[in-house]
């Protein structure tokens, strides 16, 4: 859906209108890695803040591939495949990173605002809780 992301290009990013509070708080200084997998009030913000500001391009509530904007349960899909622990705890600091990275600055390709920033827009405690969201959505069969 090439066509439809074009469509997307240059829109703001809005913050959501979802409290942070109930998770521990991280201050300004971004993490290098996910610091809520396992807990649940991540996964409940995690899922309002998603739907607020992720949904409109990734798809509602994370459960589809077929929206304009790539499948973020597939982030990890490459992590998945070993069942070392060590190299997947490598790989899922990579993806975190990487993660981080992209919310932080969009994506910006060749002038054209695929993604807008999320700096100073999202606090890094949604980001982080909206990753455990739609890690825990089933990606199983291709929609
Ligand atoms: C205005 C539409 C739009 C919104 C809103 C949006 N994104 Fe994106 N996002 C995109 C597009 C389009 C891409 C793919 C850009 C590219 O690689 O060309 C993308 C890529 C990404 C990627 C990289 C995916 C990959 O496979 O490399 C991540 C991570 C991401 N978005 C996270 C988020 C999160 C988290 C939110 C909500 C806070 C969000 N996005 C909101 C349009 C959007």
């Excluded at 054209?112 to 990753?131: D, F, R, Y």
């Excluded at 455990?132 to 199983?140: A, D, I, K, P, Y």
Aim: some cysteine; aromatic content about 6%; overall charge neutral.
């Amino acid at each position: 859906m090439l066509c439809s992301s074009l469509a997307l290009a240059n829109e703001v990013a809005v913050a959501p209108a979802v409290s942070p509070d109930g998770l521990p708080p991280l201050g300004e200084t971004w993490l290098a890695e996910n610091p809520y997998r396992g807990n649940p009030a991540a996964l409940a913000i995690g899922r309002d803040a998603y739907n607020q500001a992720c949904a409109r391009c990734h798809g509602a509530d994370a459960s589809t591939n077929a929206a304009p904007a790539p499948d973020l349960r597939q982030l990890n899909r490459f992590c998945k495949r070993t069942s070392d622990a060590e190299l997947n705890a490598a790989c899922m600091r990579d993806n975190d990173a990487y993660f981080a990275k992209t919310v932080r600055n969009g994506k910006v390709i060749v002038g054209v605002t695929h993604m807008p920033p999320w700096q100073g827009v999202l606090k890094q405690e949604l980001a982080w809780a909206i990753q455990v969201f739609f890690e825990s959505r089933v990606t199983g069969r291709r929609e």
